[in-house]
Protein backbone atom coordinates (compact mmCIF):
# COMPACT_ATOMS: atom_id res chain seq x y z
CA UNK A 1 0.00 0.00 0.00
CA UNK A 2 1.50 3.23 -0.98
CA UNK A 3 0.87 6.59 0.91
CA UNK A 4 -0.13 9.49 -0.42
CA UNK A 5 0.85 12.78 1.63
CA UNK A 6 -1.77 15.75 1.91
CA UNK A 7 -0.66 19.06 0.78
CA UNK A 8 -2.57 22.19 1.75
CA UNK A 9 -1.95 25.08 -0.40
CA UNK A 10 -3.29 28.23 1.11
CA UNK A 11 -3.90 31.81 -0.90
CA UNK A 12 -6.13 34.58 -0.28
CA UNK A 13 -7.73 33.95 -3.40
CA UNK A 14 -7.20 31.58 -6.70
CA UNK A 15 -3.96 33.43 -7.51
CA UNK A 16 -2.41 30.12 -5.26
CA UNK A 17 -3.30 27.65 -8.20
CA UNK A 18 -0.12 29.03 -9.92
CA UNK A 19 1.85 28.08 -7.12
CA UNK A 20 -0.62 24.49 -7.08
CA UNK A 21 -0.05 23.46 -10.91
CA UNK A 22 3.94 23.37 -10.21
CA UNK A 23 3.68 21.64 -6.89
CA UNK A 24 0.76 19.09 -8.86
CA UNK A 25 3.57 18.26 -11.56
CA UNK A 26 6.55 17.73 -9.63
CA UNK A 27 4.51 15.69 -6.64
CA UNK A 28 1.40 14.25 -8.85
CA UNK A 29 0.99 11.45 -6.13
CA UNK A 30 -0.06 13.52 -3.05
CA UNK A 31 -3.42 14.31 -2.21
CA UNK A 32 -4.36 18.21 -2.44
CA UNK A 33 -6.67 21.09 -0.64
CA UNK A 34 -6.30 23.96 -2.22
CA UNK A 35 -7.93 26.82 0.59
CA UNK A 36 -8.72 30.38 -0.64
CA UNK A 37 -9.43 32.64 1.83
CA UNK A 38 -12.10 34.53 -0.14
CA UNK A 39 -13.86 35.67 2.60
CA UNK A 40 -10.77 37.93 3.38
CA UNK A 41 -9.75 38.40 -0.45
CA UNK A 42 -7.66 40.92 -1.41
CA UNK A 43 -5.31 40.27 1.27
CA UNK A 44 -3.19 43.70 0.00
CA UNK A 45 -6.06 46.07 1.26
CA UNK A 46 -5.65 44.62 4.86
CA UNK A 47 -3.45 45.91 7.76
CA UNK A 48 -0.50 43.58 9.02
CA UNK A 49 -2.48 42.86 11.88
CA UNK A 50 -5.13 41.99 10.54
CA UNK A 51 -3.88 39.60 8.05
CA UNK A 52 -1.78 37.97 11.32
CA UNK A 53 -5.23 37.69 13.14
CA UNK A 54 -6.98 35.92 10.38
CA UNK A 55 -4.09 33.52 9.17
CA UNK A 56 -2.89 32.09 11.96
CA UNK A 57 -6.05 30.82 14.18
CA UNK A 58 -7.57 30.04 10.42
CA UNK A 59 -4.78 27.54 9.57
CA UNK A 60 -5.21 26.07 13.23
CA UNK A 61 -8.50 25.16 11.88
CA UNK A 62 -7.11 24.15 8.65
CA UNK A 63 -5.00 21.96 10.01
CA UNK A 64 -7.12 20.05 12.62
CA UNK A 65 -9.70 19.25 9.73
CA UNK A 66 -7.25 18.09 6.68
CA UNK A 67 -3.98 17.23 8.86
CA UNK A 68 -1.47 17.73 6.05
CA UNK A 69 1.85 16.80 5.99
CA UNK A 70 2.49 20.00 4.19
CA UNK A 71 1.01 23.87 4.01
CA UNK A 72 2.22 26.19 1.33
CA UNK A 73 1.23 29.70 2.25
CA UNK A 74 1.16 30.07 -1.71
CA UNK A 75 0.74 33.63 -0.86
CA UNK A 76 3.52 36.54 -1.17
CA UNK A 77 1.13 38.97 1.14
CA UNK A 78 0.80 36.69 3.72
CA UNK A 79 4.24 35.07 3.76
CA UNK A 80 6.32 38.17 3.77
CA UNK A 81 4.56 38.34 7.55
CA UNK A 82 3.10 35.24 9.12
CA UNK A 83 5.54 32.40 8.75
CA UNK A 84 7.22 33.03 12.11
CA UNK A 85 4.30 33.14 13.54
CA UNK A 86 2.44 29.91 12.10
CA UNK A 87 6.36 27.89 12.79
CA UNK A 88 5.50 28.79 16.36
CA UNK A 89 2.40 27.90 16.38
CA UNK A 90 2.23 24.64 14.41
CA UNK A 91 4.43 21.68 14.04
CA UNK A 92 3.44 21.02 10.67
CA UNK A 93 5.94 22.04 7.73
CA UNK A 94 5.62 25.58 6.14
CA UNK A 95 6.61 26.16 3.08
CA UNK A 96 6.28 30.13 2.14
CA UNK A 97 6.09 32.53 -1.06
CA UNK A 98 8.62 35.41 -1.28
CA UNK A 99 9.57 37.87 -3.71
CA UNK A 100 12.17 36.07 -5.66
CA UNK A 101 14.75 39.08 -5.41
CA UNK A 102 17.50 37.35 -5.06
CA UNK A 103 17.81 35.27 -8.21
CA UNK A 104 16.45 38.48 -10.32
CA UNK A 105 19.12 40.62 -8.67
CA UNK A 106 21.63 37.89 -9.77
CA UNK A 107 20.25 37.87 -13.44
CA UNK A 108 19.93 40.96 -14.38
CA UNK A 109 22.44 42.28 -16.84
CA UNK A 110 20.98 46.00 -16.76
CA UNK A 111 21.29 46.02 -13.12
CA UNK A 112 17.68 47.16 -12.96
CA UNK A 113 15.21 44.81 -11.17
CA UNK A 114 11.70 45.76 -10.98
CA UNK A 115 8.93 44.22 -7.78
CA UNK A 116 5.73 44.04 -9.07
CA UNK A 117 3.72 43.15 -5.78
CA UNK A 118 0.34 43.89 -3.76
CA UNK A 119 0.95 46.97 -1.59
CA UNK A 120 1.23 45.13 1.72
CA UNK A 121 4.01 43.08 0.19
CA UNK A 122 5.95 46.00 -1.35
CA UNK A 123 5.69 47.95 2.08
CA UNK A 124 6.82 44.64 4.31
CA UNK A 125 10.25 44.74 6.31
CA UNK A 126 11.08 41.19 4.88
CA UNK A 127 10.43 42.76 1.54
CA UNK A 128 13.39 45.88 2.15
CA UNK A 129 15.67 43.26 3.79
CA UNK A 130 15.74 40.72 0.91
CA UNK A 131 16.65 43.98 -1.14
CA UNK A 132 19.42 44.98 1.66
CA UNK A 133 20.68 41.29 1.31
CA UNK A 134 20.08 40.29 -2.24
CA UNK A 135 20.51 43.38 -4.58
CA UNK A 136 23.97 42.84 -5.26
CA UNK A 137 24.05 46.69 -6.40
CA UNK A 138 21.24 46.33 -8.05
CA UNK A 139 18.43 49.43 -8.44
CA UNK A 140 15.73 47.60 -7.27
CA UNK A 141 12.00 49.59 -7.75
CA UNK A 142 9.44 48.42 -5.87
CA UNK A 143 5.97 48.49 -7.65
CA UNK A 144 2.70 48.29 -5.45
CA UNK A 145 -0.11 47.59 -7.53
CA UNK A 146 -3.77 48.16 -5.80
CA UNK A 147 -5.72 45.88 -8.43
CA UNK A 148 -4.10 43.49 -10.27
CA UNK A 149 -4.56 40.20 -8.28
CA UNK A 150 -8.81 41.35 -8.42
CA UNK A 151 -8.00 42.13 -12.02
CA UNK A 152 -6.33 38.34 -12.50
CA UNK A 153 -9.13 36.58 -10.48
CA UNK A 154 -11.61 38.20 -12.90
CA UNK A 155 -9.88 37.02 -16.18
CA UNK A 156 -9.52 33.78 -14.75
CA UNK A 157 -13.35 34.24 -14.31
CA UNK A 158 -13.89 34.64 -18.22
CA UNK A 159 -14.29 38.73 -17.41
CA UNK A 160 -13.03 40.73 -20.11
CA UNK A 161 -10.25 43.05 -18.55
CA UNK A 162 -8.69 45.93 -20.78
CA UNK A 163 -5.55 46.77 -21.33
CA UNK A 164 -5.52 50.04 -19.76
CA UNK A 165 -6.14 48.22 -16.34
CA UNK A 166 -3.80 46.00 -16.42
CA UNK A 167 -1.54 48.75 -17.59
CA UNK A 168 -2.27 51.20 -15.30
CA UNK A 169 -0.43 48.67 -12.71
CA UNK A 170 2.44 47.76 -15.13
CA UNK A 171 3.82 50.43 -16.34
CA UNK A 172 5.91 51.79 -13.48
CA UNK A 173 7.75 48.67 -13.46
CA UNK A 174 9.41 50.26 -16.66
CA UNK A 175 12.23 51.96 -15.51
CA UNK A 176 14.85 53.99 -17.98
CA UNK A 177 15.14 54.35 -21.61
CA UNK A 178 13.55 52.49 -23.81
CA UNK A 179 15.93 52.73 -26.66
CA UNK A 180 18.53 51.43 -24.48
CA UNK A 181 18.59 47.77 -23.42
CA UNK A 182 21.77 47.86 -21.70
CA UNK A 183 20.47 50.35 -18.93
CA UNK A 184 16.59 49.73 -19.10
CA UNK A 185 14.72 47.45 -16.39
CA UNK A 186 15.30 44.16 -17.25
CA UNK A 187 13.68 41.60 -15.17
CA UNK A 188 10.31 41.90 -13.64
CA UNK A 189 9.89 39.75 -10.20
CA UNK A 190 6.16 38.38 -10.16
CA UNK A 191 5.75 38.81 -6.11
CA UNK A 192 2.21 37.77 -5.84
CA UNK A 193 0.87 35.00 -7.14
CA UNK A 194 -1.73 36.06 -8.92
CA UNK A 195 0.42 37.89 -11.31
CA UNK A 196 1.55 34.79 -13.36
CA UNK A 197 -2.62 34.28 -14.03
CA UNK A 198 -2.06 37.22 -16.15
CA UNK A 199 1.44 36.55 -17.54
CA UNK A 200 0.37 36.33 -21.41
CA UNK A 201 -1.14 39.61 -21.36
CA UNK A 202 1.45 41.42 -19.36
CA UNK A 203 4.20 40.25 -22.16
CA UNK A 204 1.82 42.01 -24.90
CA UNK A 205 1.25 44.90 -23.06
CA UNK A 206 5.17 45.44 -21.76
CA UNK A 207 6.70 48.21 -23.80
CA UNK A 208 10.07 46.29 -23.89
CA UNK A 209 10.91 42.45 -23.21
CA UNK A 210 12.04 41.76 -19.80
CA UNK A 211 12.27 38.40 -17.95
CA UNK A 212 9.04 38.03 -15.79
CA UNK A 213 10.31 35.63 -12.79
CA UNK A 214 7.76 33.30 -11.11
CA UNK A 215 8.96 31.67 -8.19
CA UNK A 216 6.39 28.52 -8.34
CA UNK A 217 8.69 25.96 -9.88
CA UNK A 218 11.53 26.78 -6.87
CA UNK A 219 8.63 26.87 -4.05
CA UNK A 220 7.61 23.10 -5.98
CA UNK A 221 11.08 22.22 -5.51
CA UNK A 222 11.35 23.00 -2.04
CA UNK A 223 7.95 20.92 -1.39
CA UNK A 224 9.34 17.90 -2.97
CA UNK A 225 12.95 18.67 -1.14
CA UNK A 226 11.11 18.63 2.24
CA UNK A 227 8.28 15.46 1.80
CA UNK A 228 11.26 13.56 0.14
CA UNK A 229 11.00 11.16 -3.04
CA UNK A 230 6.99 10.23 -3.76
CA UNK A 231 6.20 6.44 -3.42
CA UNK A 232 2.80 6.69 -5.50
CA UNK A 233 4.47 6.87 -9.03
CA UNK A 234 1.62 9.00 -10.94
CA UNK A 235 -1.72 7.56 -9.77
CA UNK A 236 -3.20 11.14 -8.68
CA UNK A 237 -5.18 11.16 -5.28
CA UNK A 238 -7.64 13.50 -5.06
CA UNK A 239 -7.90 16.96 -4.31
CA UNK A 240 -10.72 19.32 -2.45
CA UNK A 241 -11.36 22.93 -3.44
CA UNK A 242 -12.36 25.17 -0.58
CA UNK A 243 -13.52 28.69 -0.15
CA UNK A 244 -14.17 30.10 2.90
CA UNK A 245 -17.05 31.84 1.84
CA UNK A 246 -18.52 28.63 1.40
CA UNK A 247 -19.46 29.77 -2.19
CA UNK A 248 -19.91 26.93 -4.71
CA UNK A 249 -17.28 25.77 -7.16
CA UNK A 250 -18.51 27.71 -9.90
CA UNK A 251 -15.26 27.87 -11.52
CA UNK A 252 -14.34 24.00 -11.43
CA UNK A 253 -13.57 23.91 -15.05
CA UNK A 254 -11.17 26.62 -15.32
CA UNK A 255 -10.10 25.46 -12.15
CA UNK A 256 -9.25 21.38 -13.57
CA UNK A 257 -6.30 21.96 -15.00
CA UNK A 258 -4.47 23.59 -12.14
CA UNK A 259 -5.25 20.05 -10.10
CA UNK A 260 -3.51 18.29 -13.02
CA UNK A 261 -6.70 17.64 -14.19
CA UNK A 262 -8.32 15.73 -11.18
CA UNK A 263 -11.93 16.12 -10.28
CA UNK A 264 -13.09 18.02 -7.31
CA UNK A 265 -14.46 16.92 -4.47
N1 LIG B 1 -1.94 36.08 -4.07
C1 LIG B 1 -1.55 37.01 -3.09
C2 LIG B 1 -0.04 37.25 -3.09
O1 LIG B 1 0.74 36.44 -3.56
C3 LIG B 1 -2.24 38.31 -2.84
C4 LIG B 1 -3.51 38.80 -3.39
C5 LIG B 1 -4.28 39.61 -2.38
O2 LIG B 1 -5.05 38.97 -1.65
O3 LIG B 1 -4.11 40.84 -2.29
O4 LIG B 1 0.43 38.24 -2.60
Not at 132 to 142: I, K, N, P, S
Not at 213 to 227: F, K, T
Not at 229 to 243: C, L, R, Y
Request: with cysteine.
Amino acid sequence: MTYSPTILVFDSGLGGLTVLREVVAARPDAHYVYVADDAFFPYGHHSEDEIIARVVPLMGELIGTHDPDLVVIACNTASTLVMSHLRAAYSVPFVGTVPAIKPACAQSKSRRVSVLGTKGTVKREYTKALIRDFAQGCEVTLVGSPELASLAEAALGGQPISDGDILAELTPCFVGDADDATSRTDIVVLACTHYPLLLDRLKELAPWPVDWIDPAPAIARRVSDLLGPGTGGNVQSGAEMIFTSNRAHSLAAALMPFFGGRVLA
